[in-house]
């Protein structure tokens, strides 16, 4: 078997030279969201263009570079000329860039987004001045959409377990000293200091132990773990042993939800690199250390992602949570001392160890060092998967990051943490991104999840949107959870319905702080804070639904009718979408709503190009 220093040497002379390739290369981010929006049409395009015209170009699939707005994207690398990226790309307009570019002479800038590699080209920035860039830093995303994610030889050449090299150097204690030194907190969302759960099960008497990577990300709007795997799942892998090391673990597992197929499929190709290197196995790297992982596809449950829970479903027992203590570090995973870390949190640990904790803990606040990912989505202009320096404002990322509010609409409110987090109004965009500063406002920093609203978004659909998520995600063992989730979402469902009073809010308030602080775990704990922000924060549009029967924001079905003006050109697309038939006139000719068969789905809204219909 060859050295790990064989083969990163072999690695980079394949890095160099790809880096010196005198043929073209184009790189297609093929994660799961430029999947979805036709990557993988785009690669055949290139491929029948080589076959068919007998164009000399390599093709590789990388991960997802985060600018989930303009996919599918792709780099077009030409010899001797600035690297491009490109986006929106869809097989005719790969053909147009083949043609244009790699056969002939002009870059086509008017679709290109920005260099890459530091060049400038004609009025395009490069990549790390793009605006949805320019205050981002990626460590941890440094090789989505640079590696081939299955290509082991790509993570060696960048970098790859120098990590996990340097840690088998030291004694675990002083692995540890150097995680508590970045300042690293869990970026599972309670943010714990990762030194000290490691610590704490380091010094439990005991064997075996485990560390347990938590990749069962089930925010809704949530995919910064999902798109880490497969952009760069060795990253998470390194950390884990790592991790194994400096805690005395000897077996490591990965809980990850089967609905991610593709980030399974790396993990797989990559765990069968790592044992083919002799990173996995007895003596790893000639050392005292032995180490193995195994993959545990769990069925989607989002109590699971409470570690307790988490711990049951790996012991093939029904996800539920128990009341802690004792704490998994002590007694976890079969009895035994288990540390449960999330994907991100690994990942981070591979960079500290291998680039050294300061390099790490120069990021951030003093509370709260380093960076973070987030899934940016809702109402923004450009949504994407971003990392950023921990302290940074809300305003930075919605506006300078994202661009602002889509379609030129006024903001309304964010959603941090997720379904467990918080509405936060335009008063508190200048909050730094911090544990602590979130959770003054009412909100969580949670995994990573940011939707942000404009003003069509009304306070109590937004509550009652995300209750129903963790309502129905209940694993309904104790009754506050269990029962008081349900009647708060029934008083929802009335002040919706126009029916509530206001005693009713009262109730809703009430019944709020009881299940927050009666739940046993922590699903029901934070299921009330999207109720509990909206009714801090937008008092006045619940009160407008009891008192006044109206939905402000005109969404709620019950309080809102539609109406058509005389903006109307009888165009007639409303009333051939119109599901209910509800819509009638000539061509040409105004039309009308028949309020009695209207079901206010707002179809004939969203598709009036002439602003014609309105909501009263």
Request: glycine content about 10%; overall charge neutral.
């Amino acid at each position: 078997m060859r050295t790990l220093d064989a083969l990163r040497q072999e690695a980079t002379q394949t890095w160099q030279a790809l880096e010196q390739e005198t043929r073209p290369r184009v790189l297609v981010g093929a994660a799961t969201c430029g999947r979805a929006a036709g990557a993988l049409a785009v690669i055949e395009a290139v491929e029948k263009a080589r076959r068919e015209r007998g164009l000399e170009v390599l093709v590789t699939e990388v991960g997802c570079l985060g600018l989930c707005c303009m996919e599918p994207v792709v780099t077009v690398y030409k010899p001797g000329r600035p690297a491009i990226l490109y986006g929106n790309v869809t097989p005719p307009v790969m053909n147009e860039i083949l043609q244009r570019w790699l056969l002939g002479d002009d870059p086509c800038l008017d679709r290109a987004i920005a260099t890459v590699n530091g060049d400038r080209l004609d009025g395009i920035p490069p990549f790390h001045e793009h605006p949805m860039l320019k205050a981002q830093s990626r460590l941890i995303l440094r090789n989505c959409g640079v590696i081939d994610p299955t290509n082991f030889h790509h993570y060696l050449a960048r970098g790859g377990y120098l990590g996990l090299e340097n840690a088998l150097r030291m004694p675990p204690e002083m692995v540890i000293e150097q995680v508590k030194r970045s300042g690293l907190r869990g970026r599972g969302g309670a943010g714990f200091p990762t030194w000290r759960k490691w610590q704490l099960c380091r010094e439990v008497p005991g064997s075996p132990k485990y560390i347990i990577c938590n990749a069962d990300e089930g925010d809704p709007g949530a995919f910064m773990n999902r798109a880490l795997l497969e952009g760069d799942p060795h990253s998470m892998l390194e950390g884990m042993l790592i991790a194994g090391y400096a805690i005395g673990a000897s077996k490591g597992y990965i809980y990850i939800r089967a609905e991610y197929p593709l980030a399974v499929q790396r993990l797989r190709t990559a765990i069968s690199q790592m044992r083919e290197a002799g990173l996995l196995g007895e003596h790893i790297l000639d050392s005292s250390f032995s180490f193995d992982i195994e993959i545990r596809e769990g069925a989607g449950a989002f109590v699971c992602g409470e570690e307790t829970a988490l711990i049951a479903s790996i012991e093939g027992r029904r996800g539920m949570p128990r009341p802690r203590p004792p704490f998994p570090a002590q007694s976890g995973l079969w009895g035994r001392p288990t540390v449960i870390n999330n994907v991100e949190t690994l990942a981070a640990v591979s960079h500290i160890l291998r680039d050294g904790p300061d390099s790490y803990a120069r990021l951030g606040t003093s509370n709260a060092r380093g960076t973070k990912t987030f899934s940016l989505a809702g109402k923004v202009q450009r949504t994407g998967l971003i990392e950023v320096p921990l302290g940074i404002t809300l305003r930075q990322i919605i506006f300078d990051i994202g661009g602002g509010i889509a379609e030129g609409r006024a903001f309304k409110a964010v959603q941090t943490g997720g379904p467990s987090g918080g509405c936060l109004p335009a008063s508190h965009l200048d909050t730094p991104v911090d544990y602590e500063s979130l959770t003054a406002a009412g909100s969580i920093m949670g995994s990573g999840g940011l939707v942000v609203m404009d003003d069509r978004n009304c306070a109590v659909d937004i509550a009652h949107y995300f209750l129903s998520f963790t309502q129905a995600e209940s694993c309904g063992k104790c009754p506050p959870c269990r029962v008081g989730t349900q009647r708060m979402l029934w008083i929802l469902e009335s002040i919706q319905a126009g029916t509530a009073t206001m005693e009713d809010l009262d109730l809703l308030e009430s019944l709020a702080q009881t299940v927050k602080a009666g739940s046993l775990c922590g699903l029901g704990q934070t299921a009330p804070n999207p109720v509990l922000t909206t009714l801090r924060y937008f008092r006045s549009e619940y009160e407008a639904h009891v008192r006044d029967r109206r939905c402000p924001a005109g969404v709620c079905r019950a309080l809102i009718t539609y109406r058509i003006t005389d903006e109307c050109t009888g165009c007639t697309l409303c009333a051939r979408l119109c599901p209910m038939g509800a819509i009638s006139g000539q061509r040409k000719q105004k039309h009308v709503i028949d309020p009695n068969r209207c079901e206010r789905c707002g179809a004939c809204l969203d598709a009036c190009s002439y602003r014609a219909i309105v909501v009263n």
